[in-house]
C-alpha cells in the first residue's frame, strides 16, 4: 500500500509562524516518503529473506518510527483546520471535568507531560474499553504509544515545532500558542 501526503488548511496561527509550519509540514511529507520507501524495499528484500533477514530486520524497526511520525503529525496538522475554536460542550468537555474536576486542572497537568525534557509527544487517548481519557508521554514518534487507544490531542513537542520562534528554555510560549491556535472542534469530533 502506497501512502499520500495529505493536505492541511491551515490558517495564519498566532505564536507560529508560516516558516514553522511550512517547514514542519515539509518534514510531515518526508515521513510519508519513508515510509512508502521502507515498505518497498522490505518487499524487494524479501525475496531473499535468508541473505537479508538482518536489513529487512532493522527496516521493520524503522517502520514504527517513520509511519509514527507520519500519523502523529496528520492528528497535529488536523486540529489547527478552521481556525481557533472553543471546546464546544459534549463528550469531551464532560470528560476531561469529570476525570479533572476542571479543564483548568486538565490543561495543567497535560502542560507538564508537554514540558517534559527531551523529544516526543504529549498526547490525550480515550480508552475504549473504560470510556476514559488517559494522558501520557510518546518518546520520539512511537516509543510509549499506547496500544488499543484512540488519539483525541496530539501535541508535537520536537524542536522543529517550535525552535524558528522560540527557544528551548522557552517551549512553554510555544505549549501555550499551540493551545490558541487549537481547533477544538476537531479534536472534540474525535471522541465519538
Known amino acids: 500500500m502506497r501512502y499520500e501526503p495529505l493536505t492541511f488548511d491551515i490558517p495564519e496561527l498566532e505564536g507560529m509562524s508560516r516558516d514553522t509550519i511550512d517547514n514542519h509540514l515539509g518534514l510531515y511529507r518526508g515521513y510519508v516518503k519513508h515510509v512508502n520507501l521502507i515498505q518497498e524495499k522490505i518487499e524487494s528484500y524479501s525475496n531473499d529473506f535468508k541473505n537479508n533477514s538482518f536489513a529487512i530486520s532493522e ?44 479543564f483548568d486542572n486538565w490543561f495543567e497537568h497535560f502542560r507538564q507531560i508537554a514540558n517534559t525534557r527531551g523529544v516526543g509527544w504529549a498526547m490525550l487517548y480515550h480508552d475504549p474499553h473504560t470510556d ?60 465519538v
Open 59 to 102: 527496516m521493520q524497526r524503522r517502520l514504527g518510527f517513520e509511519f509514527g511520525g507520519m500519523r502523529n503529525h496528520e492528528y497535529y496538522f488536523s486540529q489547527f483546520e478552521g481556525g481557533a475554536k472553543n471546546l464546544p460542550e459534549g463528550s469531551l468537555k464532560t470528560k476531561l471535568e469529570q476525570q479533572w474536576g476542571t
Open 132 to 191: 476514559q481519557l488517559i494522558q501520557t508521554w510518546v518518546d520520539e514518534q512511537q516509543i510509549g504509544q499506547l496500544a488499543d487507544l484512540d488519539i483525541i490531542l496530539a501535541l508535537d513537542m520536537w524542536e522543529h515545532s517550535y525552535m524558528r520562534d522560540y527557544t528551548s528554555s522557552d517551549k512553554g510560549k510555544y505549549v501555550d500558542a499551540f493551545f490558541r491556535n487549537l481547533n477544538w472542534e476537531v479534536v472534540s469530533e474525535r471522541l
